[in-house]
């Protein structure tokens, strides 16, 4: 064998040797230059419309007196009238809450004096009620308000299992964003399968809330209409296809 060719073997030989010791291999070669995968990337929003089954309501009641003690002794008298109202109209002891009692002075401004100057005291009780029979709503504050509530505020329709709707609308966005990945797969004449990728981008599953406020209501008419309208529940979903 001639000094060429054994030169060319042992050249070889250090090669392969020293490639096995340094751990390369074809395939890391093949994985370095491997292309970026292609993808599809599609997103959509389903909607359900549904009635309102439930009702969050606030009633309260409002006194003012030049004595704070006084003002209070006022206030939880016509509470008492206002509980005994939601007793008669079965109102369960769960669907009532205090949401606010605040004791503040009544400040007057004095010309002469150049000061502000305590001229009686206003206490304010309110109570935030749930009513699950929607179409009682007009007729409640008509009793309640005819029972020395003198606030109404704050009426928010909704519904008591908003998750239920919530996924009916999940449903129908993950269907719409299905169909645009397919359209667009055909567009192009892509093969595509399952999604490499499901993210739900709604952030919640707490539908929307259609708000209704009336502030120092009293009913002088024989009947209060209150119109609940209809929610929209409103998910949505992204996917991406590997292709």
Not at 58 to 84: C, F, I, L, P, R
Request: without cysteine; hydrophobic residues 40%.
């Amino acid at each position: 064998m001639s000094k060429k060719i054994m030169l060319i073997f042992a050249l070889a030989f250090t090669f392969i040797f020293g490639s096995i010791a340094s751990g390369f291999s074809p395939t890391a070669i093949a994985d370095e230059t491997k292309l970026p995968q292609k993808t599809i990337s599609v997103s959509s929003e389903g909607t359900v419309k549904v009635k309102p089954d439930m009702v969050y309501i606030n009633v309260g009641v409002q006194t003012e007196n030049k004595s704070s003690k006084v003002a209070q002794q006022e206030n939880t008298t016509k509470m008492n009238k206002v509980m005994q109202v939601l007793k008669e109209n079965k109102i369960a002891d769960l669907d009532i809450k205090t949401s606010q009692y605040t004791i503040y002075p009544i400040e007057t401004y004095s010309e002469k004096d150049k000061v502000s100057v305590v001229t009686g005291y206003r206490v304010m009780n309110t109570l935030e009620i749930t009513i699950r029979d929607i179409s009682k709503v007009g007729a409640f504050i008509d009793a309640v308000t005819a029972n020395e509530a003198n606030t109404v505020s704050n009426i928010r329709f909704t519904v008591a299992d908003p998750d239920k709707y919530y996924l009916q609308a999940l449903q129908n966005a993950t269907v719409k964003a299905k169909a645009k990945a397919d359209t667009l797969a055909k567009q192009f004449e892509i093969k595509i399968g399952l999604p490499s990728q499901i993210n739900e981008t709604s952030g919640g599953s707490n539908p929307p809330i259609l708000y209704s406020a009336m502030d120092s209501v009293k009913s002088e008419a024989s009947k209060t209409n209150i119109s609940s309208g209809e929610l929209e529940i409103k998910a949505s979903v992204g996917l991406v296809y590997t292709y």
